[in-house]
């Protein structure tokens, strides 16, 4: 009888499981050319495992030479990845299209004229492993870059609300309503499914940050803080947190007043802790927008900015149209 041969023994496959993404940074960026390679150069020089974590650059239709660049920089660097918007949206649209893209668990906002600590997201991954599965939100601190130190116009750098983000959701929420807490979203770690599942997106035009942090507060069942500098603002005269427009009255004013929907659902459920609850409260709210004009580079852009001001304080608040007065620039001491 003739025996049935054996079959041949197959070696075992070696299936190399995917790395895990720890981290994605996302840099909206507009004629930032002088600025990106500096930014990028702060986010690859990590002292972590480059397949730990991603970079989103997205373009926001630049003039200059900012996509080329970092495209030229992506040649080298396989875990970045270049984008563009479809018309120049902003810095809020530009980091919405980032962050449908990630992948990775943690999702680090940057500035295009900004940096990195070089030990930001080992620090950040040491702290986020010692504590307990419903952390959301980690803060940590910031200052200007070295090479903007001894520049005696720059003002005091830093958070102040380190306290407040320490404190249970209900008091953390009634700082930010009156204005004792940081507005802006490039000091705060988000983890992304945060973002996914509450479908959290930035609104056009400036601060456009405001509601969106204030967003993370509310749906984060717990909110960190890691107490060290880990990011680096830089000084650019032409930015948009240094110039002074209409719009930037407009955008704080559209942030307060609740858009979008969710965040006016939001404020509606938060009843009486809303900012709307009382004139002293809505006067808080109302100080920053005050003191962009206040520091207008002339009397005639004051004007200007403080009639928009008091046209939008009177859409929200009086049906009736405004008496069209010649508004007086306050005394800046100038």
Not at 22 to 27: A, E, N, Q
Not at 141 to 159: E, I, Q
Not at 163 to 176: E, P
Request: glycine share 8%; net charge positive; proline share 5%.
């Amino acid at each position: 009888m003739t025996g049935i041969a054996r079959p041949l023994a197959i070696p075992p496959v070696l299936i190399q499981a995917e790395p895990i993404l720890h981290f994605s940074v996302v840099i909206p960026a507009y004629n930032a050319a002088k600025d990106i390679s500096h930014c990028l150069a702060s986010v690859f020089v990590q002292e972590f495992d480059p397949a730990g974590y991603e970079v989103l650059l997205v373009d926001d239709c630049s003039t200059d030479a900012t996509r080329d660049i970092a495209s030229g920089i992506a040649h080298s660097h396989g875990n970045l990845r270049v984008m563009s918007t479809l018309k120049k949206s902003g810095p809020g649209i530009a980091r919405n299209i980032g962050v449908s893209q990630v992948r990775g668990r943690w999702i680090i906002f940057l500035d295009s004229d900004d940096t990195l600590a070089s030990n930001l997201l080992r620090h950040l991954k040491e702290f986020i492993d010692t504590q307990a599965g419903d952390l959301d939100a980690v803060g940590y601190n910031w200052s200007f870059a070295s090479a903007d130190h001894g520049n005696s116009s720059l003002p005091p750098a830093g958070r102040r609300d380190q306290a407040a983000l320490g404190l249970n959701r209900t008091d953390l929420l009634k700082k930010y309503l009156c204005l004792h807490m940081d507005g802006s979203v490039i000091y705060t770690a988000v983890r992304r499914e945060l973002i996914t599942h509450n479908h959290l997106c930035f609104c056009e035009g400036y601060h456009e940050d405001v509601d969106y942090i204030f967003m993370v507060y509310w749906h984060a069942r717990r909110v960190g803080y890691l107490d060290e500098v880990l990011y680096y603002k830089g000084w650019r005269s032409g930015s948009i947190v240094n110039t002074i427009s209409r719009q930037h009255v407009q955008g704080f004013m559209r942030a307060g007043h609740g858009s979008p929907p969710s965040f006016k659902r939001t404020m509606k459920a938060f009843g009486t802790l809303c900012i709307r609850s009382t004139g002293r409260d809505w006067w808080r709210r109302c100080h920053p927008a005050r003191e962009i004009y206040r520091r207008a580079g002339s009397p005639a852009q004051a004007t200007e900015l403080g009639t928009e001001l008091y046209e939008c304080l009177g859409k929200e608040f009086d049906p009736a149209p405004l008496k069209r007065t010649k508004f007086q620039p306050p005394n800046t001491g100038r």
